[in-house]
């Protein structure tokens, strides 16, 4: 193959993947973004757009000094926003960190498992996907309810005198993100725990380390990419939970997906609703590119160390 013929494949490649994001991705962007500087009104669609680009690039610049900042400054302005915000990411961390804590033994036990027994163990985790989401949390109702089995179970053993308020509270909101996104953690940790060699951490116990320190010392570091992955895949989505809050949490509990899905649909706000999500997705990618451009200096300077040690 000439070398023409290899770049124009790897540009092919290298391309396809940008494609798809600059079609499903930047263009919906772009049409939110559009929606979010728009005035609201009584028609079809519900809003006013700044751009009309019907007439051509003729005005283009007098629409640009037309934009308006009204919907964003009421998200500034309005405190349910900022307490749907602060709930949102509050209730996605403390999940995020619970799912850590629980899934992190779940993977570590299925990495450590015999390799006949691998398989089978990665398809139980993922066997929760078979069925529908909203039968799933659905079915959190019944078990979380007054009546419901776990406080028949806990009436039965003797641990409650009476049934726990357990339904649309934010403690119900939590259990159902923990359950709802548990195989998102584990698959991540699963898969950078079985690359790591059980020989490294044999080496440092026989170089006199306790176990649970060379767990500490070799394994937890090692396995940092995938606790991070798992963390990204589980945050993200649970920041902008709607189905969850909404059949668990009851009208007390306030994330900012609820609010969207109000917005949109009950009070049929669509450029509110857009200033809403373009500023969730900001605060979202902001400090993943934050972190992103940190972690490429970190392994540039590793790099050039390495290269500067090297005889």
Do not use: C
Not at 156 to 171: D, M, Q, R, S, Y
Not at 173 to 191: D, H, K, N, R, S
Not at 235 to 249: H, K, N, R, S, T
Not at 302 to 309: N, S
Request: charged share 15%; net charge neutral.
């Amino acid at each position: 193959m000439r070398t023409g013929e290899k770049g124009g494949g790897r540009r092919l490649v290298v391309g396809i993947p940008f494609l798809w994001s600059g079609i499903f991705f930047l263009l919906p962007f772009l049409i939110v973004l559009r929606m979010a500087f728009s005035e609201s009104a009584q028609a079809r669609p519900p809003y006013r757009p700044v751009f009309d680009w019907s007439a051509g690039f003729a005005d283009v610049f007098d629409r640009l000094s037309q934009l308006g900042a009204d919907n964003f400054r009421l998200i500034v302005e309005e405190p349910l926003y900022l307490e749907a915000f602060v709930t949102s990411f509050r209730l996605a961390a403390t999940a995020t960190i619970l799912l850590i804590l629980i899934g992190y033994p779940m993977a570590y036990a299925m990495a450590r498992a015999p390799a006949r027994l691998r398989p089978a163990l990665v398809a139980l985790v993922i066997l929760p996907f078979w069925t529908s989401f909203l039968i799933r949390v659905y079915a959190w109702i019944g078990i979380l309810k007054p009546e419901g089995l776990l406080n028949i179970l806990l009436m039965k053993f003797g641990l409650v005198a009476e049934p726990l308020e357990i339904l649309n509270t934010e403690i119900a909101v939590q259990i159902g993100l923990v359950y709802a996104y548990l195989p998102f953690m584990v698959l991540p940790l699963y898969a950078a725990l079985e690359r790591i060699d059980p020989t490294l951490t044999e080496a440092a116990m026989d170089l006199g380390a306790p176990r649970w320190k060379a767990f500490w010392q070799v394994t937890v570091p090692l396995s940092i990419p995938g606790v991070l992955a798992g963390a990204f895949l589980v945050f993200i989505p649970a920041l902008g939970e709607f189905v969850i809050p909404d059949l668990l949490g009851g009208s007390d509990t306030i994330m900012i997906g609820r609010s969207l899905w109000v917005e949109f649909f009950n009070n049929r706000d669509w450029p509110l609703a857009s200033a809403v999500a373009v500023v969730l997705l900001l605060l979202v990618l902001g400090p993943m590119a934050a972190w992103g451009a940190l972690e490429r200096r970190r392994e540039e300077a590793e790099a050039r160390t390495a290269a500067g040690a090297r005889p």
